[in-house]
């Protein structure tokens, strides 16, 4: 019985484990595949989000197949651990096209501003913007400056405005007061996900990161 027990418990934890990596995997693959339908098709926002969507829901549904099957769990179990996943991939779904819209997640001085930035950024940014919402940094005069400092080209500093499709293709995160690894790994996630990232390490340490208009 105790056997059978730990057994379980295995299973369990490993079917949770599965699930987060696929479900963070699968986060990366979206947003990497909504900037590559963005950058190479010239597609509108919703547009390579929807594209996005439609690549990585059945790859989690297949996903979770491979692991519930791998676990040796019973059919009824199996059965039911499958409609959980169907029921993540529409909750997972849900919050990429909501996501985009909603500004919830940051105070109320600064969501006019936020509102404003590219529906893709906002969705690349949200795990950071959601556990640390003051890691948002508004763009002034003085860090417009900073930019040219930086070596930055006008256009990329330019970035910082409303564009022609009437957004703003970047946005700043603080990171004062934040570990080194935590910077480096966001700086990193920002570059694999396909857009232009800099850690500004002069006055007012900040990552800069930008989603140029397709070419």
């Not at 529409?90 to 600064?110: H, Q």
């Not at 790994?185 to 208009?213: C, K, M, Q, T």
């Amino acid at each position: 019985m105790i056997r059978h027990s730990g057994s379980l418990l295995r299973r369990s934890v490993s079917w949770v484990i599965g699930m987060g990596i696929l479900v963070a995997t699968l986060f990366a693959i979206l947003v990497r595949g909504s900037v590559f339908s963005y950058d190479t098709w010239a597609l509108g926002a919703s547009l390579s989000l929807v594209s996005a969507v439609l690549m990585t829901v059945p790859l989690l549904l297949l996903g979770a197949w491979v692991i519930i099957r791998g676990c040796g769990i019973v059919r009824r179990v199996q059965l039911m651990l499958i409609r959980g996943a169907i029921m993540i991939a529409f909750i997972y779904m849900g919050y990429a096209v909501l996501y985009v819209a909603s500004t919830n997640t940051v105070p109320d001085e600064i969501r006019e501003e936020y509102q404003m930035i590219h529906p893709l950024l906002r969705l690349a940014a949200s795990p950071v913007i959601v556990f640390d919402p003051s890691a948002f940094r508004q763009p002034d005069g003085s860090m417009l400056e900073d930019y040219r400092l930086m070596g930055l080209s006008a256009n990329e500093a330019n970035l910082h405005f409303v564009q022609k499709d009437d957004l703003i293709h970047s946005l700043d995160l603080v990171t004062d007061n934040r570990s080194e690894w935590r910077n480096r790994a966001i700086e990193l996630g920002f570059w694999a996900f396909g857009f232009h990232s800099l850690h500004h390490r002069g006055v007012g340490d900040h990552l800069h990161v930008s989603l140029r208009l397709p070419g």
